[in-house]
């Protein structure tokens, strides 16, 4: 097929968020965060409600690295984790739509790395992926991260990369009323605000967090408005707690497009018009409601019944605006879930034994209207329903003072009704009507792992899993190619779609090792990972389809050094190869994938609480473009950025002055190219150096 570059470099686009829509600075400050003059303490062990996940590669990023990280998003602080890579569409602008990458996974990472709040899912059937920045930065108690696909076991699919578990603050913090605000002022007309509250008062505490940012943006038409907000009632008793927590969030987001470069016609507007839009009319819009209630009862000693349950709904609307065609989409996706579960902390054997056991239960509606413009008749209107019913036991037991061992499975059911409503009469139709999907399938995850401690300084730990990833509801839609080139007479005829994919499938492997003491911590791990059927879009013919297998391993190392009790080191390293292991492109890279990313960062309290100084370096090696499975296109060129940040405190009062990409790096992480010309490719743009101050109060 002839390539159209500046059409099919939307194509991921659209994917990611129309397609989708089918279906720092800190802020908490250095006194908030520890005793004056202390540094905060590094975590490599991550923690999980109920039982952690043995033999896993962890970390734990703290509400006290958050308060020193030079970064302004979550996606910033957790790139600096070893095998996390991200990637970014939008401009950067504070981290909307930016996506994070665990163990390799190129333009499929929503789709394979798996998002939790407080140990509950936020990814949905769609493809859109979680929207880390919807998330109020200084709700964050914590943030673990577990790398691989051992958390399949416990939370389904998506987790074939790992697992991102987001725990927020709570009110009960011991204190009777607690009171922050902040206000900041940044580049591209950067406006944000947030404030937050805790109550005490007995068994009850409450707590509220919210924000608000508005931004021009690097580029044209990329300008973000967006509010979220976070609250919660707790009530708390030995024997006996209960929950409820709310959560909103509004953004609007001007999508501006790729910038091209096509050396056939001396064109490079990545040089020209770097921020330069090529569609300056395109927006998405996105509402959502979080309500989540649960309680914690003690049945017996060590034994403690666990029930959630919540609601979550996602509007999201989108135009676009092209030279040939338009196109309007409007969505509303629905998701009901109670999730029971039972921990029981007892002796077995004479050994001491954790089992965490549950049910899933989510309950999905995806419907989505598509039309010519917003107002008129939808050309398609998607009706899809998703259940799916899964039950999972986990359990280590500590078969040696030493040595940890744990096993888990879990069996799930997924059923899904997919229908299309077609209507060749509304104006700018187009196609044909998709076949009726109606499916049940069942699939299965298992997890064994080691853990072992020598000594109290150095410990060895491996496992071995299986997971699966269903396809979501925006690959069925596309499963195939749309129109019949062979038999235009003289139009090409449209193909009906039939919502058919195979589920993916991944085999894990992977050993390391953790050192601890005299101010040293070290995590290192090797992995391999064979995948069957991996889910992939091809951005030229625009359908989705399945891989022939592919291949993933390498290594990750973090590092960090206190040298005295205001001066810390931090670094990491991670070696990723992501390979196909068959088919016509046996050995190539699969794209979107560095193979080499490294961090390093320096805290350092420079005069106690009053002047502390953050700094990170992050670098990471090139990557092949998107569709460029036969690695013969330019390459995303290798780069590296480094962030400042100096903030203090003076009694109630804070300040931080924060300068990111301070060498002002002009860079990309994300380009599509051509399949049929060397050298023509989109790419989309990211700021050089910006600035950030921020100043705020608590009582």
Not at 93 to 116: E, I, K, M, P, Q
Not at 125 to 133: K, M
Not at 178 to 201: H, K, M, Y
Not at 559 to 571: E, P
């Amino acid at each position: 097929m002839t390539f159209f570059p500046e059409f099919h470099s939307t194509a991921k686009l659209r994917l990611s968020f129309a397609a989708a829509c089918l279906a720092g600075t800190a802020l908490v400050t250095p006194a908030m965060a520890q005793d004056a003059g202390q540094l905060p303490t590094v975590n490599v062990e991550a923690s999980r409600l109920g039982t952690g996940i043995v033999g896993a590669s962890t970390s734990v990023i703290t509400a006290q690295d958050i308060a020193r990280s030079p970064g302004q998003t979550i996606q910033d602080v957790l790139a600096t984790i070893p095998g996390v890579q991200v990637q970014t569409l939008y401009g950067g602008v504070n981290g909307a739509g930016s996506v994070v990458d665990l163990r390799g996974f190129g333009a499929f990472a929503t789709a394979n790395t798996l998002v939790l709040i407080n140990g509950r899912r936020l990814n949905d059937i769609d493809l859109a992926g979680v929207d880390l920045s919807t998330i109020p930065l200084q709700s964050i108690e914590r943030i673990e991260v577990t790398r691989g696909n051992s958390g399949a076991v416990l939370y389904g699919d998506n987790a074939v990369g790992g697992v991102i578990n987001i725990v927020t603050k709570t009110g009960a913090n011991g204190k009777p009323i607690t009171l922050r605000a902040e206000a900041g002022v940044g580049s591209f007309n950067q406006q944000s605000g947030n404030v937050s509250a805790t109550v005490n008062s007995g068994p009850w505490s409450a707590a509220m967090f919210a924000n608000g940012i508005k931004s021009d943006g690097y580029r044209i038409n990329n300008a973000l408005e967006q509010k979220n907000g976070m609250g919660e009632i707790r009530y708390s008793t030995p024997g006996f707690s209960a929950f409820f927590n709310l959560s909103a969030d509004d953004q609007h987001l001007g999508l501006p497009g790729v910038r091209s470069v096509d050396p056939r016609i001396n064109l490079n507007e990545l040089i020209t018009d770097r921020r330069g839009a090529s569609t300056p009319r395109d927006y998405g819009d996105k509402q959502g409601v979080n309500a989540t209630a649960g309680f914690t009862k003690s049945l017996w000693d060590g034994a403690e019944l666990i029930v959630d349950g919540g609601v979550r709904k996602k509007d999201q609307q989108a135009g676009f605006f092209k030279q040939y065609y338009e196109s309007y989409v409007d969505t509303t996706l629905t998701t009901w879930s109670i999730t029971p579960r039972l921990s029981i902390k007892n002796a077995m054997f004479g050994l001491p034994s954790t089992i965490l056991t549950g049910i899933d239960y989510y309950d999905a509606t995806y419907d989505s209207n598509r039309s010519m413009f917003k107002g008129m008749a939808p050309i398609h209107v998607y009706d899809l329903k998703q259940q799916t019913l899964a039950g999972y036991w986990q359990q280590t037991i500590s078969v040696l003072p030493t040595t940890d061992f744990s096993y888990g499975g879990r069996l799930q059911r997924t059923s899904l009704d997919a229908r299309d409503t077609f209507n060749p009469a509304a104006p700018g139709a187009f196609g044909a009507q998709n076949i009726p999907l109606n499916t049940d399938e069942t699939n299965h995850a298992l997890h064994v792992g080691l853990d072992h401690r020598f000594n109290e300084n150095f410990a060895v730990f491996a496992r071995a899993a299986r997971a699966f990833r269903t396809p979501n509801v925006d690959e069925r839609l596309i499963t195939g190619p749309a129109w019949d080139f062979t038999a235009c007479n003289p139009f090409c005829p449209p193909i009906p779609q039939n919502f058919k994919i195979k589920t993916q499938t991944s085999y894990d492997l992977e050993a390391g090792i953790r050192i601890h003491g005299n101010g040293l911590d070290i995590q290192s791990s090797v992995y391999d990972m064979h995948l069957k059927n991996e889910i992939h879009y091809n951005p030229v013919d625009m359908y989705n389809y399945n891989l022939d297998p592919t291949h993933r391993y390498g290594t990750e190392t973090s590092v960090a050094l206190r040298i005295s009790d205001t001066l810390r080191l931090r670094g990491g390293l991670a070696y990723t190869r992501a390979v196909f292991e068959e088919g016509p492109f046996a050995g190539k890279d699969v794209p979107l994938v560095s193979r080499l990313t490294g961090s390093f960062g320096v805290s350092w309290n420079v005069w106690q609480k009053y002047v502390v100084v953050d700094a990170t370096l992050r670098a990471w090696s090139s990557r092949r473009m998107d569709n460029d499975q036969p690695n013969t296109q330019p390459t995303i060129p290798a780069n590296a950025t480094a962030d400042l940040k100096i903030s203090g405190e003076i009694d109630r009062f804070f300040w931080s002055v924060s300068v990111n990409n301070l060498f002002n790096a002009e860079y990309y992480d994300y380009a599509i190219a051509s399949a049929s010309w060397a050298g023509v490719f989109n790419a989309y743009p990211l700021p050089g150096r910006t600035y950030m101050v921020k100043a705020g109060v608590t009582f």
